[in-house]
């Protein structure tokens, strides 16, 4: 197995990105509302469509970041 000090840079950016985007997709699930709040403008005029794009959008960019991680982690490293 790979050891931490000889992992790639890309692999920690790589799991960070599908880190931050998993909360997110969580957290557009509990409060849909936070677009509107954050940025102060509601682009789907309340019907919620925007909100479900960006859950199927970030879950997807979740999971290939992951797997995109996972390649690296398993991937041969030089000693």
Do not use: C, K, Q, Y
């Amino acid at each position: 197995m790979a050891r931490r000090e000889n992992l790639a840079r890309r692999f920690w950016v790589e799991t960070a990105l599908a880190t931050v985007s998993s909360i997110m997709a969580v957290v557009t699930l509990i409060s849909r509302e936070w677009i509107e709040v954050v940025f102060g403008v509601d682009p789907d005029h309340g019907n919620g469509v925007l909100e479900w794009a960006l859950v199927v959008g970030l879950g997807l960019a979740a999971a290939t970041l992951g797997l995109m991680a996972r390649v690296e982690w398993r991937r041969p490293h030089p000693a």
